[in-house]
């Protein structure tokens, strides 16, 4: 018997493509009924904004085959027999191995991804015509156990304010789960380790003024009840749910850039899922559309981190899994070692 499948319409650069969908009536998100053919669906609907916070740009894919309560794995390099519309670009990773990573330049190429199912999107943070030198400064505002999506919404504006202080203009999103995301456009000048200095001079200022709200600490038992900056989500290879990607979650909520007036009157973020989004779009527009238009510069942040290495505070811990780091502290202490200890990646 032929497999169930779906050929769907969908806008493209130079006229409409056909992309076909296969077991369209999967459902991916149980609870809700959500299926393979409705977030094909979404995504069309998205397709403006998506593409801006994610094409053009390697990015990862993280499928799940049997949805959201199965198992996962991430596709970064294009596979065999995947179309024409699907690009690629050759990028460096930490280990310096080079390899094709997938590109989406247009909005099939996501329909594509769905079809492989896919959910979640993963950009980096440079752009395919220069994989090395990133345009966005990401910092991921991670609340800790005892802290709640409240405190994240708390702490940054004062993280607004710290960026503000050296030049950088701030954007806003969701998580799609508990914590925050704040973005600044910058000018493609520096490499990966350059920006991922400047996020921790900019998390340490905070954890300054905010000593009882906010932490720096990389391991999660030095933390307590406070917001966690993470900064090695700025390192090369790390990446965050893209901005409108959905996520593997229950309530099919969407990782959504929102106004800082929108944050500061209170969200709710289970309230942004792939049945609201679209409409929540129609309605209000998009925060972080032209957000690549006005980049700024790390020169003060960059500083700020040699202001701090003069003052004794060197390198912090890259990741478990990274390779041994120029004036990184020691990894492995007695009450680390467990990886259970190691903390999980995007809140």
Sequence with gaps: MASEFVMLTVPGPDGDREVRVSSPNRVLWPELGITKHELAAYLIAVAQPFLAANGDRPVS???????????????KNPPKGAPAFVAAQTVTYNSGRRHP????????????????????????????S?????????????????????????VAPALREVL??????????TSGNRGLHVFCPIE??????????A????????????????????????RGERIFIDFNQANRDRTMAGAYSPRALAGATVSTPVTWDELAAGVDPGSFTVRSVPERLAEVGDPWAGLLDGPGRIDTLLEWWRRDLDAGLGELSFPPD??????????????????????AADG
């Design 188 to 197: 493609p000048t520096h490499e990966f380790l350059d920006v991922r200095h």
């Design 199 to 222: 996020v921790i001079a900019a998390g340490r200022e905070l954890e300054r003024r905010m000593p009882d709200r906010v932490t720096m600490n990389w391991w999660k038992e030095e």
């Design 101 to 128: 990573q997938l590109v989406l330049t247009e909005i099939a190429a996501a329909v594509w991804a769905v079809q492989m199912n896919t959910i979640v999107f993963h950009p980096w943070a440079s752009l395919a």
């Design 61 to 75: 894919l993280e499928r799940f085959p049997e949805g959201v309560d199965g198992e996962r794995f991430y596709s």
């Design 130 to 154: 220069n994989t090395d030198n990133p345009v966005e400064l990401r910092i991921d505002l991670d609340p800790q156990p005892g802290t709640d999506f409240a405190d994240a919404a708390a």
């Design 322 to 343: 990274f390779p041994k780091m120029p004036g990184e502290p020691p990894r492995v202490q007695p009450s680390r070692i467990n990886p259970e200890n190691w903390p």
């Design 164 to 173: 503000a202080e050296s030049g950088l203009d701030a954007f806003v999103k």
